[in-house]
């Protein structure tokens, strides 16, 4: 029989977060909004804000040079980074990042599915670790959505926050704790308006016409892609459950993309996990995109909520439309 492919062992992982905090009551001074609806409607009270001037390289670097420390190294053969707020269209932000962590030369490239993007960064480089392309990756996730949110429009403003997550991948063995499972991931383009920046592009530069009113910013049809996003994530977590070969109380943790609290219930109840299982730090940090993952994790771990041993059914959705999940064992970091 074949060997099975080496699989990719989280080895370390490190978050930041800009220090400036928004509250709910700080919203509610400036836009049509009050605290308990946002706190009842999304389960946020504060997120934190990257002050001007602060790029999503800036919060990469700290999150990236702290899942360094804690995986013991001062390089890795690849950097993945990914985000929806990039410091420039172009180039990819990842080799800044790299050569700012004292990598340079090394391979570094951007991976873009929004707010499913840390699954999708996750999954490009387990393969690039099965192929033997690369033995350690660092994948960083970064986002200051508060660069492309409207701050007139309070669909989106109470919901997004900044920051940042990353963790450390090494080549190793699939029945390690650590080793990332089968990937379950999706897309549906069909839906691709109801998260978007319309302005911007190539689309709109093409089009000769100048971006209208707004369109530069953020713009989510939130009610609709709640039921997607609940839909999507339900799927793909039993599907992810299937491939691993767990029963669903086998999971003791559900890492959810943390788009609202709401989604969270939502989401565990049709798994039919109980109560305790889904890992929450929205409250703190609100929406932060694709780093909601990886700062979650982070900060569950560091509160003790996720403990070595801990079967983990991770799973993310976003703009695209684009959704994933994969599990894993929570390891000794
Ligand atoms: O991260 C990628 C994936 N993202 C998601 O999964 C996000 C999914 N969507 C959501 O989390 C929710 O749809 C939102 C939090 C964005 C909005 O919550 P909702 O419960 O779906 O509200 P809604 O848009 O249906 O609006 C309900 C009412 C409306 O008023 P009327 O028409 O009933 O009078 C809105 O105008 O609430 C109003 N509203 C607000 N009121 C106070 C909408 N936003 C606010 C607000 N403060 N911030």
Redesign the pocket.
């Known amino acids: 029989m074949a060997a099975p492919h080496p699989a990719a062992v989280v080895a370390g992982i490190g978050a930041w977060l800009p220090p400036d905090v928004v509250t709910n009551h700080d ?2 001074a400036r ?4 605290d308990a ?2 706190r009842q ?2 389960g946020i009270r504060r997120r934190h804000i990257a002050s001007p001037g602060t790029a999503a390289s800036d919060l990469a670097v700290e999150a990236g040079r702290r899942a360094l420390e804690s995986a013991g190294l001062r390089t890795v053969d690849m950097v993945v980074l990914t985000t929806t707020t990039p410091d420039k269209p172009c180039p990819a932000t990842a080799p800044a990042v790299a050569a700012r962590l004292g990598m340079e030369g090394v391979p570094a490239f951007d991976v873009a599915a ?2 499913s993007g840390f699954l999708y960064a996750l999954a490009t480089s387990a393969g690039l670790i099965a192929a033997g392309t690369a033995d350690h990756v660092l994948v960083i996730a970064t986002e200051v959505y508060s660069a492309i949110i409207d701050p007139a429009d ?7 926050g900044d920051g940042a997550g990353a963790v450390v991948l090494r080549r190793g063995d699939p029945d390690e704790w650590g080793a990332l499972g089968a990937f379950v991931l999706g897309s549906d383009g069909v839906h691709e308006d109801l ?1 978007q920046v319309p302005a911007g592009g190539s689309r709109q530069r093409k089009s000769g016409l100048p971006p209208g009113p707004g369109d530069e910013f953020f713009r ?7 039921r ?2 609940v839909q999507r994530m339900t799927t793909a977590c039993r599907q992810a459950t299937l491939a691993a070969g767990w029963e669903p109380d086998r999971v003791d943790r559900l890492a959810a ?1 943390q ?2 609290a ?2 969270l219930t939502a989401v565990s109840e049709r798994l039919g996990l109980a109560g305790d299982q889904p890992l929450s730090n929205i409250e703190q940090v609100g ?1 932060i ?1 694709a780093a ?1 993952l990886p700062v979650l994790l982070a900060h569950s771990a560091e509160r003790g909520e996720l403990k070595p041993g801990h079967h983990l059914l991770l799973t993310a ?3 695209g439309l684009t959704w994933g999940a994969t599990t894993l064992v929570w390891p000794q970091l």
Request: charge should be positive.
């Open positions: 919203l509610s836009m049509d909004t009050t609806w946002i409607r999304t929004v707010c309070r669909g989106t403003a109470v919901v997004f998260i989510m049809r939130g009610k609709e892609v709640f997607h996003a993309h788009a609202n709401r989604i929406n995109g909601s959705f976003g703009g």
